[in-house]
């Protein structure tokens, strides 16, 4: 259990909001503009609307079961330990997965200053990739206040641009409203799950809030709140002011501050952006390569490879190199991602409506169970990866706990450790 730091309502509804408003605001309006024209802004819309149900009922686990193991932890609670396994794996593999993507979109902005294109953006990707793993080998950490600030400076940065840009808004622009019809609309929303990860961190807050019962709704409407009006402000005014141009943009933001300020804009969004990527993707090596060494001490990982935390650290930073290298686009590679998040949220609020009470908390899980069910399902094809994850986690828990139940497998008098109470010894690395 997390020890109580007395959190305040406006200080958990800030770092709630940091832990959603993340790097994919600085190029998702083009990626949704691009799936569905104009008509992303229902997309928008609609996963605003989703966030309410789905952060009330991560907030509602962390209040009632406040752990910082989150999403993982209520699958096992719920469902057993295989599920646990599976939640762990899908959101591990997602990390390295994601790491190009998150890179991408700042590439772009540092790409749109310096020239170089592809180029230019894989060797912003392999920066921040390194510096990030460096980081984490000597034990470097961004405070939470640092983090909280990056958050607070990329809101700022948001609410100058749509007021900068308002101006040069056209009503023109939202015809033809919807390009590619219903299902441009519902490719957009799949995309746009990447801008709504995060919500699942409000269970880990819950315990530290000076009265959880109390306070922790009032900071997540707080958060939704503020999250909602700037996405949708954002992705609006994108969409009025940038036109059809803003589907082939690699920095929407740069390009809406271009038009409403000038000058040298572009060279400041693409530092914010490289220190804001620089920031999350620190914050997502610390807590994964962590999450590997969790796994393999419970027997759900192989311990030769992720028992410690920098072979933990190193499996992700070389697998991050790996995927980067894949033959896949920006696009297809955030729809794989987010389709690991997609999946995590599913167990998760499947969890919720087994562990929570009363009648109004199991409608709320309930809606926000079928909603997340509903954009897995619009994640499409890329979905696959997420069910191959688990499938090949609960393979592996099997295999495991087929030889461990094989009487041959250790020798009478040996002295082999018991995999599940005594796992080898691992490399050491600091905390």
């Known amino acids: 259990m997390t020890a109580r730091t007395d959190l305040s309502v406006s200080q958990g509804a800030a770092l709630s909001v940091g832990a959603v408003l993340g790097t994919g605001l600085i190029s ?22 989703l966030s309410a149900p789905l952060a009330w009922t991560f907030a509602a686990l962390g209040a009632r079961y406040p752990d910082g193991g ?23 593999f997602a990390v390295p997965l994601g790491a190009p993507v998150a890179a991408g979109f700042t590439g772009g902005y540092v790409s749109d200053v310096l020239g170089g294109g592809r180029g230019t953006e894989m060797a912003t990707f392999l920066a921040l990739v390194t510096v990030a793993y460096l980081m984490n080998w000597f034990g470097l950490r961004i405070s939470g206040r640092v983090q909280v600030g990056l958050s607070v400076a990329l809101a700022t940065m948001l609410v100058l641009t749509v007021i900068a840009a308002l101006p040069h808004a056209r ?32 269970s880990s807050l819950s315990a530290e ?9 009032r900071a997540t409407l707080i958060a939704v709140a503020v ?22 943009s690699r920095a929407p933001l740069a390009d809406l501050l271009a038009i409403g300020l000038g000058g040298p804009v572009r060279l400041l969004t693409a530092v914010i952006a490289v220190v804001l990527t620089l920031g999350a993707m620190n914050a997502y090596f610390a807590g994964s390569s962590r999450l590997g060494v969790a796994l393999a001490r419970d ?12 072979r933990s650290l190193t499996f992700i930073y070389l697998a991050g190199i790996g995927c980067a290298l894949l033959p896949f686009d920006l696009h297809t590679a955030a729809l794989l991602t987010t389709g690991c998040f997609t999946l995590v949220y599913v167990i998760g609020t499947a969890a919720a409506l087994r562990l929570l009470p009363g009648i109004g908390a199991r409608l709320v899980a309930g809606t926000a169970f079928t909603a997340v069910v509903g954009l897995l399902w619009l994640n499409g094809a890329p979905a696959l990866l997420s069910l191959v994850i688990a499938g090949a986690a609960l393979l592996y828990q099997a295999i495991r706990r087929a030889r461990t139940d094989r009487p041959s497998s250790i020798r009478s008098g040996s002295t082999a450790p018991n995999p599940t109470t005594s796992p080898p010894a691992t490399d050491r690395s600091p905390v």
């Open 70 to 92: 989150g999403v993982s932890t209520y699958a096992g609670m719920a469902f057993g330990p295989k599920v646990s396994a599976a939640v762990g794996w899908t959101f591990y």
């Open 227 to 248: 999250v909602g009006v700037l996405y949708l402000a954002v992705a609006a005014v994108s969409v009025l002011a940038l036109g059809p141009a803003l589907a082939g």
């Open 171 to 202: 009503w023109d622009n939202l015809t033809p409203f919807a390009p590619h019809g219903l299902a441009g609309v519902g490719a957009a929303a799949a995309l746009l799950v990447w801008g709504f990860a995060g919500w699942e961190a409000l």
């Open 28 to 49: 998702l309006p083009a990626l949704a503009a691009d799936a569905a024209g104009p008509a992303s802004l229902l997309a928008w819309l609609a996963l605003i609307v």
């Open 299 to 310: 027997g759900a990982l192989p311990a030769r490879v992720f028992g410690g935390q920098r």
């Open 209 to 217: 809030y000076r009265d959880p019962r109390r306070d922790v709704p």
